[in-house]
Structure formats: C-alpha cells, structure tokens
C-alpha cells in the first residue's frame, strides 16, 4: 500500500521560499503521476502543480505559474515543490497525491493516494 509524507512546510515571508517534499512508499511510484493540491480555511481544495511518471510533463495552476516548479526523483521515490516569491495567498495545507496513471491531470479524482499535508503559511 503506497504512503505519502509530506515535509518542508513553515512560515514565512512575503517574497521568501520554502521547498516542499513528499516522500512516497511502495513499488508503483515511478510509474504514476504525482501532484501537489493545496487547501485554505474554508476553501476548496486546488490544483497547485503536477508532474508525469517519468518528469518530461508538468503542469501548473495560473497562480503559480513562474514561482513554483515541480520535480521528482524516481530513484529516491520522491516528489518536490519549489516554492519562490511566495504570497499570503499560497497559505494552505500543501498536499501531495500520487494518480492512476502516467500522465499528470489537474483533476483530484484523478488521483488515488494522498499524504497528510504540510502547512504553508506566508506572512505579509
């Protein structure tokens, strides 16, 4: 059964980064998708990034788009989130989830396995 762990989460400042990583159990993490959805208080849960099985497609939200990248490292069973000119309104809890298929969607019902989260918060 495939298990996810999310870390790297924190507070910070507008402007400042924060690197998030998701580290996954299990034998089928090299040939699925991952991504990376976020929740706010009383929002609903948003697709913030995603990445094919083998990293040659990605995806992003328009909100992210030029500040966040997505990466994975198939060897290490690892996914990651590079988060720049971080804003108030990226603080959510940050969740990483692992798809059905090779390639990425923006779509939760599109995947099967989601960690617990990492909390994000940037201050102004």
């Known amino acids: 059964q495939v298990q996810l762990v999310e870390s790297g989460g924190g507070l910070v400042q507008a402007g400042g980064s924060l690197r998030l990583s998701c580290a996954a159990s299990?034998?089928?993490?090299?040939?699925?998708?991952m991504a990376w959805f976020r929740q706010a208080p009383g929002k609903e849960r948003e697709f913030v990034s995603a990445?094919?099985?083998?990293?040659?497609?990605?995806g992003y939200a328009d909100s992210v788009k030029g500040r966040f990248t997505i990466s994975r490292d198939n060897a290490k069973k690892m996914v990651f989130l590079q988060m720049n000119s971080l804003k108030p309104e990226d603080t959510a809890v940050y969740h990483c989830?692992?798809?059905?298929?090779?390639?990425?969607?923006?779509?939760?019902?599109?995947?099967?396995?989601w960690g617990q989260g990492t909390q994000v918060t940037v201050s102004s």
């Open positions: 989830a692992q798809g059905r298929v090779i390639d990425w969607s923006n779509k939760p019902e599109s995947y099967t396995t």
């Open positions: 299990g034998r089928t993490f090299s040939s699925k998708a």
């Open positions: 990445i094919s099985w083998s990293g040659s497609s990605t």
